[in-house]
């Protein structure tokens, strides 16, 4: 799938059907968010592949605003550390992460946002980590919208310029 073709028909998918997210995948999808660009290289980031159904259901159960994480086949929690531009930083990753899933089928959902300390003590994170987020990943179990999307038109968010100047 084309960059723009994948951000233009990609969808939080928060459900997922049952079979597993091939490892050759996984790896890609992993792979991705290793190789974004992060400030002064710095790459502030730690990427956890949970596969375990049980510590799938435990970080589901965790998880105040994705209980579905629990039926993923895969998730990543994305561990940060705590410095100047790792949000920044893991949230290009995050989005290279998901992107690359999408072009290959899998559908995924940012899922929290720090403040995850439990998440933390399931997972052995060290303490002078953070997580960031959990990434649920799998093939959706519904099919796609072709990515219809709500979005506000370009003239009213794309200006040339100056502020207020539309963008022909």
Request: charged share 20%.
């Amino acid at each position: 799938m084309e960059v723009f073709e994948a951000v233009r028909t990609v969808l939080a998918v928060r459900g997922y059907q049952e079979g597993p997210v091939p490892r050759d995948v996984t790896r890609r999808i992993v792979e991705a968010g290793r190789l974004t660009g992060s400030s002064m290289n710095g790459q502030p980031w730690q990427f956890i592949v949970v596969e375990n159904r049980e510590t799938l259901r435990q970080l589901g159960a965790l998880a105040r605003t994705g209980s579905y994480v629990a039926q993923a086949p895969l998730a990543v929690v994305v561990a940060i550390e705590k410095t100047r531009f790792a949000i920044s930083d893991a949230s290009r990753a995050i989005q290279s992460m998901i992107l690359t899933a999408w072009a290959s089928g899998v559908g995924s959902n940012w899922v929290g946002f720090l403040g995850m300390s439990e998440v933390k003590a399931l997972l052995g994170i060290p303490e002078d980590l953070d997580v960031l987020a959990i990434l649920p990943f799998g093939y959706p179990a519904r099919a796609r919208s072709g990515g219809k999307k709500q979005r506000k038109s370009l003239s009213t968010v794309a200006h040339r310029e100056r502020f207020g100047q539309p963008l022909p």
